[in-house]
């Protein structure tokens, strides 16, 4: 199994990884940082740096009621008014506050008191699903590393040109392209907690991100010089209870998408062009908080907020049901033939890996089926003092397959691992990728469309957004070979993983 123990070490100092060059790992010290220097593949792509002074200012919610100036009302005033503004629970708080000393007073204290003592002796029932407020479920299931604190939200490559949609925490979307002097600022009164971006495939104009509302679909004219484009420019999909949307993914056709929702166990399957959405609900598991279509279009992975998980196939709709033995599922990605599905949960540092295809002959039955760990991800200290590893954030597979990145929580630094999946899967130690001082990486992503290789594309906490650029003219040999100890291989040899299956198990849903 893979460990970033089997890295090679950052440099000491200031100096920072800037790109790779026909896998040469290229340094250099962060007050001169230029990856220019080494490469023209990235020069058409649109500089950003989104500071904080930048983004739109954010009131803070207020009671309306300290615009009134204030006046005195009698006890049974204020009973009154809270009923009819704030309801019976905050009635009787009013009452049991009261000065007054009365039977009325005396029975809201008691009341209140039952409910209190009813709601922590229901918390502490296993099995009982105590619903978190939308806005925490956001924050916990999302791919940034810090939701609330980071200046980027998320972003996404559009997968045929040069484009990059990059949303913010004042809850714009800003759409960078070639023309560094026409930027598209996209926003309308039900974008509020973006947490996911998609373009829609095959369409050059079509923007889908998920929201407290629901989904949102924005249609920017390509050829428009407009930079805020009007609100009716979007269409709103929305059902009932299916707010808080924090995962959404299209077909690779771009027929139909998929969204997914913490406050919903229902994903939908949305026709767009109709309007017309089709629920998948099944009665395990919580909330949906992640889905992602496999590239070939077969599969769709579906993560809950608790350990159940399903993977989908698309002919017929049916699921497999998997369990993790604790946590849920954070992150997942699929290689591009669909073949290969990598995931994370919340409670291990460790990569598993499922197969299909041609490597499925990995199991020797359906029922010894199970998740194979690919990747040691355990925190260690490198030599310089910095922690890396821990807890996943999030995973995600460049488009040609043969390079994965991780980003961790509450940590600086990202893993690049090499991959290969022409023979099985081969995973191995590439490079970390650090940013300036005081950085965080606060969401990352590949740009589909890069030719030269792959194009790592990273957001940090401060706004600035990075192009790390892989550049190779041949697929490299260290990722064709296996080295004992530093890669892991799933080949048809293998028959049974004792260690996983105690881990995962399987069963039909």
């Known amino acids: 199994m893979c460990s970033l123990r089997d890295f090679p070490p950052l440099p000491d100092g200031t100096e920072i990884p800037l790109c790779i060059i026909e896998g040469k ?20 792509l649109p500089f950003i740096n989104i500071s904080r002074e930048a983004l739109l200012h954010i009131p803070t919610k207020e009671d309306p009621n300290r615009v009134f100036l204030p006046v005195s009302n009698t006890f049974f005033r204020r009973i009154q008014n809270t009923w009819y503004e704030k309801g019976a629970f905050a009635t009787l708080e009013v009452i049991a506050s009261s000065r007054e000393k009365n039977l009325l007073t005396l029975v809201a204290k008691q ?10 002796f229901v918390r502490h029932i296993p099995g009982i699903n105590n619903r978190e407020s939308g806005e925490s479920l956001v924050v916990k299931v999302s791919q940034n590393s810090d939701y609330v604190n980071n200046n980027i939200r998320c972003l996404a490559w559009h997968p045929h040109c040069i484009k990059i949609a990059v949303g913010t925490s004042d ?70 209870n299916h ?39 099944r009665v395990l598991g919580r909330g949906i908080s992640f889905v992602t279509y496999s590239p070939n279009s077969l599969k769709v992975f579906a993560a809950t907020t608790n350990i159940v998980f399903r993977v989908w196939e698309t002919m017929k709709w049916n699921p497999d049901l998997w369990s993790v033995a604790s946590g849920h599922v954070v992150s997942a990605c699929w290689s591009p033939c669909g073949s290969v599905l990598l995931f ?73 691992f090499y991959t290969n999946i022409s023979t099985g899967l081969h995973i191995s130690p590439c490079c970390f990728v650090k940013g300036m001082p005081e950085e965080s990486p606060a969401y990352i992503c ?19 957004i990075q192009y790390f650029p892989i550049v190779y003219t041949e697929l490299p040999t260290y990722v064709r070979k296996t080295v004992q100890g530093n890669s892991f291989n799933l080949s048809p040899a293998i028959a049974n993983i004792t260690e ?10």
Not at 26 to 39: E, G
Not at 225 to 235: A, F, G, Q
Not at 390 to 400: M, N
């Open 171 to 240: 809850d714009l979307i800003r759409v960078y392209s070639q023309n560094p002097q026409l930027v598209p600022l996209l926003k309308c009164k039900h974008q509020r907690f973006i947490s996911s971006l998609s373009w829609r495939p095959f369409s050059t104009s079509e923007l889908a991100l998920g929201c407290e509302a629901g989904i949102l679909i924005w249609t920017i004219d390509p050829n428009s010089v407009i930079t805020r484009p009007s609100p009716t420019n979007t269409l709103l999909l929305t059902r009932p």
């Open 25 to 44: 790992i290229q340094y250099t010290p962060s007050d001169f940082a230029n990856v220019h220097v080494y490469t023209s593949s990235i020069s058409l």
């Open 243 to 281: 707010k808080f949307v924090t995962s959404i993914s299209w077909s690779p056709m771009g027929d139909l998408l998929i969204s997914a929702s913490p406050c919903d166990n229902t994903m939908y399957v949305w026709d767009v062009a109709l309007e017309v959405p089709v629920p998948l609900r």
């Open 344 to 416: 994370a949960t919340s409670t291990e540092s460790i990569v598993y890996a499922l197969t299909w295809g041609h490597v499925s002959s990995v199991f020797s039955s359906e029922e010894k089926r199970a998740a194979i760990p690919a990747i040691d991800v355990c925190a260690i200290e490198l030599e310089g003092g910095e922690r890396v590893g821990g807890e996943i954030c999030s995973l995600v597979w460049d488009s040609k397959g043969r390079h994965l990145a991780i980003m961790f929580k509450q940590c600086n630094i990202i893993a690049v």
């Open 446 to 464: 590949f740009q589909d469309s890069f030719e030269e290789g792959a194009n790592l594309t990273i957001g940090w906490s401060n706004g600035r």
């Open 500 to 509: 996983s299956s105690r881990f995962m198990s399987y069963t039909s849903n």
């Open 111 to 120: 009341v209140l008191s039952i409910f209190n003592f009813s709601t922590q």
